[in-house]
């Protein structure tokens, strides 16, 4: 009869489980590192979608229309309130002010 050790049949260690055995500061450490890689892709996104952005406002204006559209920046204010609570409209505003400027 084969039996095998519970550590060989149990599942891979999720990252609370691992930070839950690792000293505080290597679980802070590792932390910090994962933060500075998801700012890094953040502040890649923010500057891709003003590129995109650019775009769009240049577009509007060479066709005739206003640089801004209100409406759709009230959707846009929505979606990340709906997505994050009331913290999300001020992060939305921002977003805003930074792909079109201020108005």
């Given amino acids: ?10 599942a891979p260690e999720t990252p609370e489980a691992t930070a839950a055995t690792a000293a505080p500061e290597e ?3 590792g932390a910090r590192e994962r933060i500075d890689v998801l700012d890094d892709r953040i502040i890649g ?3 891709e979608r003003m590129a995109v952005s650019a775009v769009v406002q240049q ?15 009230m959707e846009i204010l929505g979606r990340y ?3 994050l609570g ?6 939305a505003m921002t977003l805003l002010e930074l792909c ?4």
């Fill in 81 to 83: 309130r709906e997505a």
């Fill in 45 to 47: 996104l923010i500057q």
């Fill in 59 to 73: 577009t509007r204006i060479a066709s005739g229309g206003r640089r801004v559209h209100l409406s759709r920046e």
């Fill in 1 to 10: 009869m084969t039996t095998t050790s519970p550590a060989a049949t149990a």
């Fill in 27 to 29: 679980t802070i450490a």
């Fill in 100 to 103: 079109r400027g201020r108005i």
């Fill in 86 to 91: 009331r913290p999300g409209t001020p992060l």
